[in-house]
């Protein structure tokens, strides 16, 4: 669990495991210990794991904390939400433009004012874009249709985190 990230509390080098000691428990060592011998303090893994996770309840407890997560989580949901939002916008007016262009070459193809072996493919090629792009709405929206997997312990609702 706390794999490559414990430093040795008396010479700053990094912790490895280190066989079990005499109760069958992990033994974690410096690795300046066990390469060197230079560093005498080795720890057992189950007495370093404690000691974090008993941090972690202790910070997680404290209700400043929890109120900072909620806040910088909500200010990311929102900056997320936003950039989500322009860029659905501007694929909109993509589409818009894109299908208003597929019109009038269709009009003009219907009315006989151009030469529909060039208007056709144009408006083929069209066609190709805004299903590219109607593509890309579609897999926006799934994406943004999933709940949020902290929204629940915020608010009790991910639609509330979603919007």
């Known amino acids: 669990m706390l794999s490559g990230l414990l430093r040795c509390g008396s010479c700053g080098s990094g912790m490895a495991t280190n066989g079990r000691d005499k109760s069958g428990r992990v033994r974690i060592r410096c690795s300046a ?58 694929l909109e007016q993509q589409l818009g433009q894109l299908n208003r262009e597929i019109e009038r070459l269709v009009d003009a193809i219907a009315k006989g004012h151009g030469d529909p072996s060039i208007l056709g493919p144009r408006s083929t090629a069209l066609d190709a874009i805004g299903e590219k792009c109607r593509s890309r709405r579609r897999r926006g929206r799934r994406s943004h249709s999933r709940p949020c997997r902290y929204g629940y312990c915020v608010s009790g609702s991910s639609q509330d985190q979603m919007e």
């Open 33 to 90: 210990a066990t390469e060197s011998g230079t560093c005498p303090d080795a720890k057992t893994l189950d007495t370093v794991e404690s000691a974090v996770l008993n941090g972690l309840r202790a910070e997680l407890r404290a209700p400043k904390a929890i109120a900072e997560y909620v806040r910088t989580y909500l200010e990311d949901r929102k900056r997320l939400a936003a950039k989500s939002h322009a860029s659905r916008q501007r």
